[in-house]
């Protein structure tokens, strides 16, 4: 189902909101989704000044910018995020793909630091094999997964590269967030 606005997906809000507090920075390299006001409103109540955001849908982007807020300082570029500069400091990566791993092997593998990949989780193996798919991508080995039920049920997973956090949840379809912390 094709969505026109995030605002009544309140699982992914829930998780995004509590992925952002993880990083604090002022540029946000994205996918803005369905609403680009929405999602640049949102970016701005988390302390992002400064967008970079890619469309690649020439429809969606001519729409998008048919009902963009006038004074946003921002770059928009028609085309696939892979081609963003991902070496940017002060930087925030948000990968909101919204369809599965398995179309996105490049993206998974381009972005090393300061992201958060967001994927369909209608794959075979769901969520442990999108798991595992992703550290065999970027070929990290995971050392330890502790699992923490808390107020947003969350894998913190620790491998030979770094630490990450996993979320999975369900709106209109499974997902899961993977964010490099």
């Not at 509590?18 to 996918?31: H, P, S």
């Not at 930087?91 to 958060?116: A, G, M, P």
């Not at 923490?148 to 369900?170: A, C, E, V, W």
């Amino acid at each position: 189902m094709l969505k026109h606005t995030y605002v009544d997906s309140t699982r992914k809000k829930v998780a995004r909101e509590f992925l952002m507090e993880y990083f604090k920075f002022r540029n946000i390299v994205g996918l803005a989704g369905p609403d680009i006001n929405e999602y640049i409103e949102w970016c701005k109540t988390k302390g992002y000044g400064t967008f970079h955001i890619y469309e690649m849908d020439n429809k969606t982007m001519i729409n998008q910018l048919s009902k963009l807020s006038k004074d946003v300082p921002m770059n928009y570029v028609l085309g696939d995020i892979i081609q963003a500069d991902v070496n940017k400091d002060d930087t925030l990566y948000d990968l909101d793909f919204c369809r599965s791993i398995i179309n996105h092997e490049d993206h998974v593998t381009k972005f090393k630091k300061n992201f958060i990949m967001t994927f369909s989780l209608r794959t075979k193996g769901g969520i442990i094999a999108t798991i595992k798919h992703f550290f065999k991508l970027r070929k990290e080995k995971i050392l330890n997964t502790i699992d923490i039920s808390g107020p947003l049920k969350q894998k913190k997973i620790t491998t030979n590269q770094g630490d990450y956090i996993f979320i999975s949840y369900r709106d209109t379809s499974p997902m899961c967030c993977i964010a490099k912390i």
